[in-house]
């Protein structure tokens, strides 16, 4: 995760992080991708089930709902332990979470453990009545997927009407006092609808926007091709640079990041450079602090039937399951090779990364993707589009 109006503009300085203590539970949650201990944020996909069929789904959610999906008590037992593991956030996805009836409760269960909940929806079930209650219980943001305006969206969610009961959704999260922010997913298919996206961040008032590069997980394994080049990347993150920068001259302070490319970073930090911008060295040890890629580190996931994944998309590789043993317990489990090799992942990734100068930055980039093209766990990410030049 890389804060565009963190880095660029400025608003985060690595003194901020180290006024806290760098420490996950001290942290605010606009600094804790910088935090020192790298407690993971945990994804809970607590139903397989979803009202939409989306085509970038890496879950492969559908109609049905999930074998084994784990019960009321079973999703309080996961949240005493993330507590008393330290785990600052709670993020609990699908499928399409407003489907459990329960939500509201384990929601409200993990605050009153001292845990930040947060929910990934979207947003088309949601009226002012679920919202109402979802503030009432103390949840801290509601990230609503947008992948597109009007048609375009629809295409993607496969399902009429999805962007108008989207928009319709966030409202609702507005009006009851809700943090809510969009959650969009970059293909070559949906990038000229970006621009209008900002300007329905300045219509609508919405403080937050994260863009995702799309990973080869689940359905989205079968839209590799749908991804942009190199040149088509650089001159997406441009933009969103520029625009970002445009709201943030014109008054309007969002909270622009981008998802699952650490190679955004380090050409955030070279674009910085090329403009003399006196604040790039700051921002060099601000990616420092985050790390890059921390799957199977600094973030999990626990499926619909309790099996733990490094993260939400890298779904071929179990860790175990809370059922059988305590997240806790799986996560520091350093007798597995596997789950030791993920927190030292710069010892083991192979190709150009090794060499890279920006390593420390970026940590190897998205281990789903490089798997899914090379068939190596450590093959090269082929979404970073960082040059040869740039990297050594």
Known sequence: MIGISKLYLGTAEPSDVLRYGSASKKLPS?????????????????????????????????????????????????????????????????????????????????????????????????????????????????????????????????????FNAAIEGMKSCKRAGLKVGLRYTITSENTKDVPEIFELLEKENIPRVCFYHLVYSGRGEEMMASDLSHVETRKMVDMILDKTADLFNRGMKKEVLTVDNHADGPYIYLRMLREKNPNAENVLKLLQMNGGNSSGYGIGCVSWDGTVYPDQFWRNHPLGNVTEKPFSKIWTDMSNDFIKSLKEKKKYVKGRCVKCRFLNVCGGNFRARGEAVTGDVWGVDPACYLTDVEIT
């Not at 935090?35 to 789904?57: E, F, G, Q, R, Y």
């Open 30 to 162: 606009h600094l804790l991708q910088f935090s020192i201990d790298k407690k993971p944020v945990v994804v809970w996909n607590m139903t397989k089930k979803c009202n939409l069929i989306c085509t970038h789904c890496y879950s492969k959610s559908d109609a049905a709902p999930g074998e084994k999906e784990l019960d009321f008590e079973q999703g309080k037992t996961l949240i005493d332990d993330l507590a008393e593991f330290g785990c600052p956030v709670i993020l609990f996805s699908g499928g399409e979470p407003t489907m459990r009836t329960d939500l509201p409760e384990l929601a409200e269960y993990a605050v009153s453990k001292g845990i930040r909940a947060v929910i990934s929806t979207n947003g088309t079930l949601i009226n002012d009545s679920m919202a109402s209650r979802l503030k009432k219980i103390g949840l801290s943001y509601v990230g609503i997927s947008m992948d597109g305006i009007g048609e375009t969206h629809d295409k993607f969610r496969g399902v009429q009407g999805a």
